[in-house]
């Protein structure tokens, strides 16, 4: 590994920072990149494309490690709005609290949030796996296609309103359920699933404690009934 | 867009710093609205019985001696007047409805920002370090202050059209978002004695709480009742002679972020606008809940007036 790479945001500009980061974009390794005195700096660390770690000291606001792939990316503070939107792959961890719409449209590898997400959590997800040690906002996982949203806390209103094929898990409270959402056998297979995702995540819950729901599928199937409204 | 900042002290140990404190968390505000810039300021209370207006006209050599003038002639009273680049701070004893049917008995040659004991709204079209410049924000002293910075959607850039509005005495509002509903509750409000002086919707939101607070609601009171009655998209702090408040609509699509420490609340539409306060490391820091009220202050019953 060579050496860390420093970029002090009081002295270095965000563009200084993702240029770098970019610089190394289709490489199979590179440096670990450390960011400081982020004080809510939109856009940080976005759209990496290559297998680096990053550890981001302070605040981040929007889009923070949007369109990752690859990276290894740990942000010691809270987010703004588009956490890792558009996640392809690698692994995104917050330690702090997370603004709206978290991991949304995520195509693929980790999001891990161990304070809070509010309100849109993994809206619109597509095969993200999204963790989330507190709890989470109304209509999360909005539209979500694929992926699981894993909520170690209590759910907001609306979860998983209009929801196509994404799996939810929830060990708190639902305020409750959106348009075809509903709650769902945990079988054996989704237990070792979950084990492993909450073992990967480093949450300290069995996954036995969780309940999971999914899509009713009325929504987005024709029903044969409704055909005399056409 | 539109950007929203406040600030409320708790420790009074801080008024001196109010400016120096409030000024870059507007700036900070720039991108998300750099077509006009606002504030206000809770600050040097007149007297009972005495109140403060600021009036506004474009022209830099505009003759506000006349117009103190004719509030001398008017109510037989000594007027204090000091120009502010555009604006005038006017100092008079006087009871606020004499003042109001004195403003509006003819056409006048200036238009009024604020009226009240406590408040003063500074508002221009043009970037905030431009606004705050010439307005000397930095060195305002005071107990709150609200700031907008506005990127235009719903009516014309002008400087009336630009935050915080302030109908009432004392009570200013400034709104990210744009309401739906606006002009049946303009034309309810009419009903009810409302003088509309724009054709925007965050003014019909200041009236809406204006109305409900001469009829006796508290700053709270009134709030909870917008829920009902307001629909569309808003974050509005809002600002009274002793009170500081924070809404979102149900949906809040549009961001707020609110932190707190022993000395002060302050609420920001982004974080990064928050992250020079003193203590804030330190402050409890969340994002205001969807349909809930959070005031500071502002307990008295029509506290606005």
């Given at each position: 590994m060579s050496k860390e790479q420093v970029f002090d945001l009081t002295t270095h500009t965000v563009r200084d920072l993702n240029q770098a980061l970019h610089g190394l974009n289709g490489a199979t390794s590179g440096p670990d990149f450390k960011v400081l005195n982020a004080q809510g700096d939109h856009a940080l660390a976005v759209g990496i494309d290559a297998p680096v770690k990053v550890e981001i000291d302070g605040h981040v606001g929007y889009y923070c490690a949007g369109m990752n792939k690859h990276a290894n990316v740990t942000i010691h503070g809270n987010a703004g709005t588009g956490l890792a939107e558009n996640i392809m792959s690698g692994v995104v961890r917050?330690?702090?609290?997370?603004?709206?719409?978290?991991?949304?449209?995520g195509r693929g590898g980790l999001v891990i949030i161990e304070g809070d997400a509010s309100a849109r959590c993994g809206i619109s997800m597509k095969g993200v796996d999204i963790v989330v040690q507190g709890s989470v906002g109304h209509m999360s996982a909005f539209m979500a296609q694929r992926g699981r949203l894993v909520v170690c806390g209590n759910a907001g209103a609306a979860l998983g309103d209009s929801l196509y094929e994404a799996e939810i898990y929830v060990r708190g409270t639902v305020a409750d359920l959106g348009a075809d959402c509903e709650a769902k056998e945990m079988t054996p297979e989704h237990l070792a699933a979950l084990d492993e995702l909450?073992?990967?995540?480093?949450?300290p819950y069995p996954a036995s404690e969780f309940r999971r729901y999914g899509s009713a599928r009325?929504?987005?199937?024709?029903?044969?009934?409704?055909?005399?409204?056409? | 867009m539109c950007g929203i900042v406040g600030l409320y002290l708790k420790n009074p140990a801080l008024e001196s710093q109010l400016g120096e404190l409030f000024e870059p968390m507007l700036l900070e505000m720039t991108q998300r609205g750099p077509d006009s810039t606002g504030f206000a300021v809770y600050r040097d209370p007149a007297p009972a019985g005495a109140l403060k207006l600021v009036l506004q006209n474009p022209d830099l050599s505009f003759d506000w001696a006349h117009v103190a003038a004719a509030l001398t002639e008017q109510f037989k009273v000594d007027v204090d007047f000091r120009r502010d680049h555009t604006h005038c701070l006017v100092r008079l004893p006087v009871a606020e409805a004499d003042l109001r049917a004195w403003l509006a008995a003819e056409p006048r040659p200036f238009t009024v920002v604020s009226i009240g004991q406590h408040i003063e709204i500074y508002k221009e079209v043009g970037l905030p370090i431009d606004v705050a410049n010439a307005f000397n924000l930095k060195g305002l002293r005071g107990s709150h202050a609200?700031?907008?910075?506005?990127?235009?959607?719903?009516?014309?850039?002008?400087?009336?059209?630009?935050?915080?509005?302030?109908?009432g005495s004392d009570l200013c509002l400034v709104h990210n978002g744009s309401l739906s509903n606006h002009n049946r509750l303009r034309r309810k409000l009419e009903k009810a004695g409302a003088v509309f002086r724009t054709e925007n919707d965050s003014e019909v939101a200041a009236q809406y709480l204006d109305v409900q607070m001469q009829q006796g609601a508290t700053l709270s009171q009134a709030l909870t009742r917008a829920l009902g009655d307001l629909d569309g998209f808003y974050t509005f702090t809002?600002?009274?002679?002793?009170?500081?408040?924070?809404?979102?609509?149900?949906?809040?699509?549009?961001?707020?972020?609110l932190a707190e420490t022993d000395d002060w609340v302050a609420m920001s539409s982004e974080y990064r606008a928050l992250a020079r306060l003193p203590g804030v490391k330190h402050a409890k820091l969340w994002e205001p809940e969807p349909a809930t009220v959070y005031v500071w202050g502002g307990e008295r019953a029509g506290a606005g007036h």
């Open positions: 917050l330690k702090g609290n997370a603004s709206q719409a978290a991991a949304a449209t909450l073992k990967r995540a480093e949450m009325k929504l987005y199937h024709f029903n044969i009934d409704n055909a005399d409204a056409y | 609200i700031g907008h910075t506005r990127m235009a959607t719903e009516s014309a850039v002008t400087t009336a059209g630009s935050h915080p509005f302030s109908t809002i600002g009274t002679s002793d009170g500081f408040a924070v809404l979102r609509d149900p949906i809040a699509c549009k961001p707020a972020v």
